[in-house]
């Protein structure tokens, strides 16, 4: 059995400013064409499977308003893999009376080791959030996301949840540098080319910052969600 990080101390999380992610000035960016970037993605993807829960509130309930769920951007065998320390974790949030989303890091026994409290925009949209942990190689974490729909600990639908697992993989010095690049482009294809699903939606969504290469990196973004089944949402828009 794989294991998990050993308890550390609790950390901070926050929703990361997708502004303020930006390529280096000097650089042209150069994006793959979609069809090309999702099947190489899709070769380099690992097969195992964890259990876990994309889709957050199957049945309507007094929180959620519509037929937008809450959704982990995952592939559907719920894990994805990252060759850094602390990854951008996806979410999207429907509309709904809640105020405020949970993010909790367990163990293997299912022991919190970090929890934080965040604020959701007004408006429904994809949040990144951003874990202030150190994910140590070779080991696994499960994340959680919550929406705090009310007070009531009896009512199911107070609570609507969804949840994954981190795999931090330790990169090859030539990998690490790759990712570490000033070109946009070159980081996204060393990520997918490695099966790093968390930096290749990180790449995505900085890519869509900047005015040179946002269309094609939204098609991309679009691309990768409706292949892993998360096509229902792949057009919602970014939020802070």
Known sequence: MR?????????????????????AQGTTPVVSQPS???????????N???????FGGATRGACVSGSERLTALLPDTHLGQTAVATPTLFVFVPKSKATQGEVVIADAEHRPL???V???????????????????????????????????????SAFISVSGVIS?????????????????????G????AGLWYETLAILAELQGNEATRNLARSEWVAVLSAVGLG???QAPLVQ
Do not use: H
């Open 114 to 116: 970090a929890t934080m």
């Open 118 to 156: 965040v604020d959701l925009p007004a408006e429904p949209g994809i949040l990144a959030l951003k874990p202030n942990v150190q994910l140590q190689p070779g080991q696994d974490y499960r994340w959680t996301f919550t929406l705090l729909c009310g007070a009531d600990a009896d009512d199911p």
């Open 168 to 188: 931090r993989v330790q990169p090859a010095t030539d990998l690490a540098k790759q990712l570490q690049g000033k070109s946009g482009g070159d980081r996204l």
């Open 36 to 46: 090309s970037l999702v099947a190489r993605l899709r070769a380099n993807l690992p």
């Open 48 to 54: 195992r499977g964890v259990p876990g829960s994309r």
């Open 3 to 23: 294991s998990y990080l050993a308890l550390v101390p609790a950390v901070t999380l926050f929703l990361l400013p997708l502004g303020s992610l930006s390529l």
């Open 190 to 193: 060393a990520a997918v080319d």
């Open 232 to 234: 229902s949402i792949a």
